[in-house]
């Protein structure tokens, strides 16, 4: 009897042999991921600038700028310009975050021609027309009025506040009441011509289209733009306020609560375990400490959360959570003392297997559709990463020890103090200044 067969063991795929490099006859650069799967085509760019380049008194321009660029471009007014997007069926947005300020499109491979035209306008040629200029103007208002009676956004432009008094990001990235009023036309001209320059400019494009074809089109879309931006210089800022309490007196029968101090670097060599660390402690929904501590076993709220955000300046590890207000200082030493007995103790070993787990394992989602996977190769980009990162990170994950672990989370989380903002009533917990 013959034995059975032997199979040889499946390949593992790579990510980033499919990444091509392509650069057009105008010397702008592009990831391109090639898929026919659908017929669809996805682009992300973006620039380094955002509501950190907003002018002094003016918080929100880049914002203002972001939602008009489609709002009427070339001999097209607003009208005219969004029938054609919709006649053709193409999603087109812009955005503001802190300091980067990014496009996107996607759009059936059989319109990609008047998509990309379409983009171009809006990119070299935006008109700002008095009617939308008002009209956006006037949403952006109504956005941040209604944030500012709601107190999840009222405890975090608190924290911000306090964390990055003096600084840039103590602003909404969106905009500041009273500030955007003051923004004129000039002031969008002027922003967006020192601010969207080639020198900054990454470009992720996923979908049914080739090098050769998307060539010439970026050229179209880019080539007119200034070569070097003129960007305001941010400062580097360390969270301050570290120890301090705010209270922020709000009749709601539930208090907001948002914590944090400094995190690490997105290109810091302990990122990654300090990511794993992170999740056990309370970035995985379910599963994490916090989750189990102040919901599972005591009931105290809905959700607990904490996140490493990467803002270019200031890295942070930053939380929150609402609760009833006579259980707000029971969560908020539910929530201290495990920060503090994660940064003594460190994780279990099976905590850091399950977590490194799920990591690894659901790192698959950020590629089942083209408009993701333009996303995260976009995001790569901007964060200083080649295109082999796509198959090393799983690996940088799962090379986290134990001992790593228990390190990174002494460096994280140090002796626990926080800066911590309530909205609400909370019974037991009074203000406190910075330790």
Same mark, same amino acid.
């Given at each position: ?25 105008? =010397? ?7 898929? +026919? ?5 996805? $682009?992300?760019? #973006? ?15 880049? #914002? ?7 709002? =009427? ?80 956004? $009222?405890?975090?432009?608190?924290? @911000? ?7 840039? +990001?103590?602003?909404?990235?969106? =905009? ?21 320059? @080639?020198?900054?400019?990454? !470009? ?32 580097? !800022? ?18 907001? !609560? ?16 300090? $990511? ?69 103790? =460190? ?11 799920? !990591? ?28 082999? +990162? ?39 917990? #009074? ?5």
């Amino acid at each position: 009897m013959n034995a059975p067969a032997k199979h040889a063991p499946t390949a593992k795929v790579s990510r980033a042999e499919r990444v091509q490099h392509v650069v057009s006859p105008g =010397g702008i650069a592009a990831w391109l991921v090639e898929d +026919y799967a659908v017929p669809l085509i996805a $682009m992300d760019f #973006s620039f380094e600038g955002g509501g950190a380049q907003d002018p002094h008194g003016k918080a929100g321009a880049a #914002s203002l700028l972001a939602g008009l660029l489609d709002e =009427g471009a070339g001999d097209l007014d607003s009208k005219a310009f969004q029938r054609a997007l919709d006649d053709h069926a193409i999603r087109m947005s812009f955005s503001a975050e802190r300091d980067e300020f990014s496009g996107h499109f996607q759009t059936l491979s059989r319109h990609a021609d008047k998509a990309f035209e379409l983009m171009a306008l809006a990119l070299n040629a935006p008109r700002f027309d008095a009617e939308p200029f008002t009209r956006v103007r006037g949403q952006l208002n109504a956005v941040l009025k209604r944030e500012s009676a709601e107190p999840d956004s $009222m405890a975090a432009q608190a924290w @911000r506040r306090a964390a990055w008094a003096g600084h840039a +990001y103590a602003r909404s990235a969106r =905009g500041e009441l009273g500030e955007i009023d003051a923004v004129t036309r000039d002031d969008l001209l002027d922003l967006r011509r020192k601010m969207l320059a @080639r020198d900054t400019l990454k !470009i992720a494009v996923v979908g049914a289209i080739d090098a050769a074809s998307l060539a010439p089109h970026l050229d179209a879309l880019f080539a007119g733009l200034p070569a070097r931006a003129e960007l305001t210089p941010v400062a580097e !800022i360390q969270i301050q306020g570290l120890g301090q309490r705010i209270l922020v007196d709000f009749d709601v029968p539930q208090a907001n !609560i948002r914590f944090g101090r400094p995190g690490l670097a997105r290109r810091d060599p302990d990122y990654i375990a300090a $990511m794993v660390v992170n999740h056990i402690l309370g970035g995985g929904a379910f599963t994490s400490r916090l989750w189990q501590e102040v919901r599972e076993k005591r009931g105290l709220t809905y959700s607990v959360y904490s996140t490493l955000a990467t803002p270019e300046h200031s890295p942070s590890f930053i939380g929150a959570t609402s609760t009833k207000n006579e259980r707000a200082a029971e969560s908020l030493n539910v929530i201290e003392s495990e920060c503090v007995r994660l940064a003594a103790e =460190g994780p279990t070993a099976e905590e850091l297997e399950k977590a490194k787990k799920y !990591i690894v394992g659901s790192y698959a989602l950020r590629f089942d559709t083209s408009t993701k996977i333009a996303g995260h190769l976009l995001q790569l980009q901007r964060e200083g990463f080649d295109a082999d +990162y796509l198959d090393r990170r799983n690996a940088e994950v799962e090379a986290v020890t134990l001992e790593d672990a228990r390190r990174v989370a002494k460096r994280l989380i140090g002796d626990a103090t926080l800066l911590v903002a309530v909205v609400g009533r909370p019974e037991g917990l #009074s203000e406190r200044a910075a330790g």
